[in-house]
T-cell receptor, first 114, second 110 residues
């Protein structure tokens, strides 16, 4: 079990560009979550999937954000037309339904929008 | 709405015990968690407690839960310099997402 992995670990982009992040959950974990963490704050929920179905989206997830989990395994989070306010750490977590629902986090992708 | 509050900073001497406190608002929370975050890293699960328990001990870590007051604490015995990090308390709401506090920065002085 290699844990949750995220790619890339760091991303610097210019305002207005699109970026895409990938998350690979712990194998056999059927729930996958995305959170965003800004400096000095705790993580804030963005969205989560159970298998391939996106079951909840936060109001933080504007229409510039889209997340997918096409085959119920890895997930991608895309931000279109990035803004400086999107600069943050994007964290992915996974959990197993019926397994106590404990969420295990990946190392995060740190995004800087110039 | 749901809210989790933590004190911002704690400084202790190496070898002493550390106690980090947290209050939460959602009385329907089934699990409460403590995570540790080191600079530039993701969140490491330290321990969790089910809402029908008062206490849980795991090696140097002791979690106390006062459900009536919605108060959670994490005690770290024999605190080491490697324990310096930010500690987050989190509650799981009815839709499975975690609600986090702003974190308590623990500084361990040699």
């Amino acid at each position: 079990d290699t844990g949750v992995s995220q790619d890339p670990r760091h991303k610097i982009t210019k305002r207005g560009q699109n970026v895409t992040f990938r998350c690979d959950p712990i194998s056999e974990h059927n729930r996958l979550y995305w959170y965003r963490q800004t400096l000095g704050q705790g993580p804030e929920f963005l969205t989560y999937f159970q298998n391939e179905a996106q079951l909840e989206k936060s109001r933080l997830l504007s229409d510039r954000f889209s997340a997918e989990r096409p085959k119920g395994s890895f997930s991608t989070l895309e931000i279109q037309r990035t803004e400086q306010g999107d600069s943050a750490m994007y964290l992915c977590a996974s959990s197993l339904v019926g397994g106590g629902e404990t969420q295990y986090f990946g190392p995060g992708t740190r995004l800087l929008v110039l | 709405g749901e809210d989790v509050e933590q004190s911002l900073f704690l400084s202790v001497r190496e070898g002493d015990s550390s106690v980090i406190n947290c209050t939460y608002t959602d009385s329907s929370s089934t699990y409460l968690y403590w995570y540790k975050q080191e600079p530039g890293a993701g969140l490491q699960l330290l321990t969790y407690i089910f809402s029908n328990m008062d206490m849980k001990q795991d090696q140097r870590l002791t979690v106390l839960l006062n459900k009536k007051d919605k108060h959670l604490s994490l005690r770290i015995a024999d605190t080491q310099t490697g324990d310096s990090a930010i500690y987050f308390c989190a509650e799981k709401d009815s839709s499975y997402k975690l609600i986090f506090g702003s974190g308590t920065r623990l500084l361990v002085r040699p």
